[in-house]
Structures are given as C-alpha cells and as structure tokens.
C-alpha cells in the first residue's frame, strides 16, 4: 500500500493495551524500538511525502512485512489496528509521524 501524508489534524483517540509500548522521547506511545529507529533515521527534509515513502521502506526493511505512514506538520490524534506491538509515532524537527504494521 502507499503512504499516506496529512496535513491536517486528524481527529481519533489512541489506545494501547500492549506491555511492550513505553512513552518515547517526543512523548508519544511506541511499541518497537527498532521501528522507533527506523523511523528517526528516515525523516528529514521538508517533503513530507518522501519522509513517509522513506519511513515505510525503512520499516519494511529492518522489520518485515507492510508497514502504513502518515506524516503531518501538525499533531493528529489516532486510533489503529497493528500486528505484535509494531506501531510508533514520533516528532522530529516539526514533522509528526506514525507508523504502524496493519
């Protein structure tokens, strides 16, 4: 599947039940620390697009299998299905984004 890119805010309410999920350094719920890496090392520039293309495929290839993107320049909100854990979101230098294995 494409990477999705918004660029306004999206209403919906996160939920995590998982024991492996922690709070990361932009005060967000993560579930892997290697999506969490993947996903740093891959965002930069101003093209939100291209940072989500290179999330996905930095993702997929460190952890395997589809990942999902959404890069935005504002904060969203989210509610999602994943599989074992894989879901993280971040911000880094006023890019917000979420990655998460459907």
């Keep these: 599947m494409r990477s999705l ?12 039940a998982q024991d492996n999920c922690y709070i990361n350094d932009s005060g967000f719920t993560c579930c892997n620390k290697e999506l969490e890496a993947a996903m740093k090392g891959s965002m930069g520039g101003a093209d939100l697009l291209g ?4 999330i996905q495929k930095s ?5 395997g299998g589809k990942f999902e993107t959404v ?5 969203f909100a989210y509610k999602s299905h994943f599989k074992e854990g894989k879901s993280c979101k971040i911000e ?3 890019q917000y984004a ?5």
Excluded: I, T
């Design 51 to 54: 940072s989500a293309d290179s």
């Design 71 to 75: 890069v935005a320049l504002d904060d």
């Design 92 to 94: 880094k230098n006023g």
């Design 59 to 63: 993702a997929e290839g460190s952890l």
């Design 5 to 16: 890119v918004v660029l306004a805010v999206v209403a919906v309410v996160a939920c995590f």
């Design 98 to 102: 979420l990655a998460w294995q459907p």
